[in-house]
């Protein structure tokens, strides 16, 4: 069975060879280095115990310096599984996603045509090259010098020019008897409508030869020398050699750079992609004039398992990273990512590095950012998120772009990363207010940390304090013990100041985990702040002998332990706010208003000191007030039933 031209190509990209192999051999963890695709193993084909069988994921090929197997992915799966060719290509083809082309009784006509149109390009390649050299190249290489390209940079990128004028190309093509249907086959010249000769595609521009991964110039890219054209660049048409969607600038050059440890650099153009590699950056690439395509990402992928996205430093340029965030979510996999490095604004890789040096691109790519975090930004910038509906409207755009991530536990993660983003927008730490009265415990300056004999004992404190951290320590266990009601109470837990720092930690982490994993809380709250507070909340006396901490998991008693105590530090918060603002007002002649909030201040005291559960389960208020032991009120009324009910006997 004949196959199409390029099905093979394709079918080598979207396979990686080292997870074809590793279904057959153990890796060595001590040679491998998987981060650059460079995996060695004992070898499948013949017994050792040595590791001698490499794999280079990047080049695709495998070769045993044992007994000197050698080839690519097809080839291991024939040797391996004992198959034909079709029927290892069959195999890797359905593991690849991909439809086995029907039987094409002409491919090998059209390979011999493939062929063909490569060495039509080629004679275009030195034509280009040849009149860049001439009197009508003379503003283009004045235009490139000023680029900051030497002549030995213009011959190792083979710059060209396409003079103006209709059949320059055409006419030097068939002076070499190339046959028309061969020159408008390679996208090098046009039909005319008008019924003439055709007429070259490219006229007055500055020419980049775009090669394939094997070598071979299958396109062309052309840079407008008159500032008045339609189209500054301008790439050859799609043709039997040159997929748009499926090719990278520099490709080949860029794998090879990668795969001596460069990082692989993806540029909007190609002056960006021949500045980087000039300056030192030589695993730099570029999409065609389009947005990166899904093929493209995955040939990047090929090369490197975290690309980064170098783009221009203005709107456009976030415009093209939004777009490669929508492309790549669905595609992501473990280990294959994107960072992206922005430019500073209004400048390109080309640019900066003109004015500043490699050094300045050096430090914009070690600040790139996770594909996450923009994503976030993407949501989130310029935004105000003063409302409930303008928060929840914020979470259901990140959950239908984090629905879009197939892998479940990329999903996971980048769940909790936006979690955590989320967090630190609408959770900002608490600042000191600017003048007037501080309400007691929003905010104190740090003390030198106590030892722990007197952070696990509230001896040290006295007084209103002391009730109010104990309280804080109860509501904390109790959340701890049954994280289930952390959902009912995560506002009252969000407002209360916590005056212990230890208690303002365990309150964070309870927040930021008691609702999404509550069957590992404690854990999370060790790896978050440490076990030793956890260990002082638990070790605290009138702690442990709490009953919501000793029956954990009981959803009522935590309930109202929890509704109690934070009433109770409500009340006292507002005990505190009304005597700190009667103090300030002293200094006035004391009138009837003030008495009266005073009053009102003492019964506030009461009520955040007495027990409001306790209080219904075991007293009574009588008609005159007076408050009656509930147990007492009902052993009377049953001894006076007794009497009663004998009297009527009688």
């Known amino acids: 069975m004949s196959l199409p031209p390029g099905f093979l190509d394709e079918l080598r990209t979207r396979l990686s060879l080292s997870q074809v192999v590793g279904r057959k051999v153990m890796w060595d963890a001590r040679k491998s280095n998987q981060g650059k695709g460079d995996m060695w193993a004992p070898c499948p084909f013949h017994h050792e115990k040595t590791a001698s069988f490499h794999v280079d994921d990047r080049k695709g090929y495998y070769y045993c310096f044992g007994c000197h197997a050698k080839g690519d992915a097809i080839s291991f799966v024939k040797e391996t599984e004992n198959v034909s060719f079709i029927e290892a290509v069959e195999i890797l083809a359905r593991e690849a996603g991909m439809t086995m082309p029907a039987r094409d009784p002409k491919a090998q006509e059209k390979q011999d045509r493939r062929t063909q149109l490569a ?4 004679q275009a390649v030195q034509f280009f090259r040849l009149q860049l050299s001439t009197g009508a190249g003379t503003a283009a290489r004045d235009y490139i010098t000023r680029r900051g390209l030497t002549g030995q940079s213009m011959d190792r990128w083979e710059i060209g020019f396409a003079p103006d004028g209709w059949q320059n190309l055409w006419d030097h093509l068939r002076g070499k008897n190339v ?33 394939d991964v094997r070598g071979r110039c299958v396109a062309f890219g052309g840079r407008a020398m008159d500032p008045n054209d339609g189209a500054k660049y301008l790439n050859s048409p799609e043709t039997d050699l040159f997929d748009k969607g499926r090719s990278l600038y520099n490709h080949g050059p860029a794998r090879q750079a990668a ?27 570029a999409p065609l004039g389009t947005a990166i ?8 992928w090929r090369i490197a398992d975290e690309p980064v996205i170098a783009l221009d430093g203005d709107t456009a340029g976030l415009r093209a990273a939004m777009r490669v965030i929508d492309l790549a979510l669905p595609l992501l996999q473990a280990g294959k990512s994107v960072r992206f490095a922005l430019m500073p604004e209004g400048k390109d890789p080309d640019d900066l590095i003109r004015a500043e040096g490699p050094g300045a691109v050096q430090a914009v790519l070690e600040r790139a950012i996770p594909m996450v975090q923009l994503l976030w930004q993407r949501e989130t910038e310029g935004k105000v998120f003063d409302s409930p509906e303008r928060k929840a409207a914020l979470d259901k755009a990140l959950r239908e772009k984090i629905k879009l991530i197939r892998d479940p536990s990329i999903r996971t993660h980048y769940g909790q990363e936006i979690k955590d983003l989320r967090w630190q927008l609408f959770r900002p730490k608490r600042q000191p207010r600017p003048g007037g009265w501080q309400p007691r415990g929003a905010w104190k300056p740090e003390k030198a940390p106590a030892t722990a004999g007197v952070r696990t004992s509230y001896l040290a404190a006295s007084g209103e304090d002391a009730q109010t ?7 904390l266990a109790a959340a701890i013990s049954t994280p289930a009601v952390v959902v009912q109470f995560e506002q009252q837990l969000e407002e209360m100041d916590c005056r212990d ?3 303002a930690a365990l309150r964070e982490a309870i927040l930021r985990h008691a609702i999404d994993d509550p069957d590992n809380l404690k854990d999370h709250i060790v790896d978050s702040v440490g076990a030793e507070p956890l260990e002082n909340l638990l070790g605290l006396r009138h702690v442990a002998i ?12 935590a309930e109202m332990t929890l509704a109690e105590e934070l009433a109770k530090l409500q009340a006292q918060r507002g005990l505190d706010a009304e005597i700190a603002e009667a103090e300030e007002e002293l200094s006035d002649l004391a009138d009837e208003a003030l008495t009266w909030r005073l009053k009102q201040a003492a019964e506030q005291r009461n009520r955040a000191s007495r027990s409001q559960n306790e209080d219904k389960a075991i007293f009574d208020v009588a008609d005159n007030g007076a408050r009656i032991n509930r147990d007492e009120r009902q052993a009377f009324e049953a001894i ?3 009497i009663k009910f004998e009297r009527k006997r009688r």
Request: aromatic share 6%; with cysteine; glycine share 12%.
């Open 119 to 122: 060495e039509v390009m080629e």
């Open 179 to 211: 046959a028309e249907e061969l020159i408008l086959g390679a996208g090098l010249a046009k039909p005319s409508t008008k019924g003439g000769k055709p007429y070259d595609t490219f006229r007055n521009r500055i020419m980049f030869p775009i090669r």
């Open 259 to 285: 795969g001596q440890g460069q990082p692989l650099i993806v540029a909007e153009g190609y002056m960006d992609v021949i500045a980087l590699s000039e300056a030192g950056f030589g695993a730099a690439v």
């Open 293 to 300: 395509t899904e093929h493209q990402l995955q040939l990047l």
């Open 469 to 475: 951290r104990m309280r804080e320590a109860v509501i």
């Open 501 to 503: 720092p230890d208690h």
């Open 546 to 557: 709490s009953p919501c901490v000793r029956r954990p998991g009981d959803v009522e008693l």
């Open 640 to 642: 006076m039933s007794g």
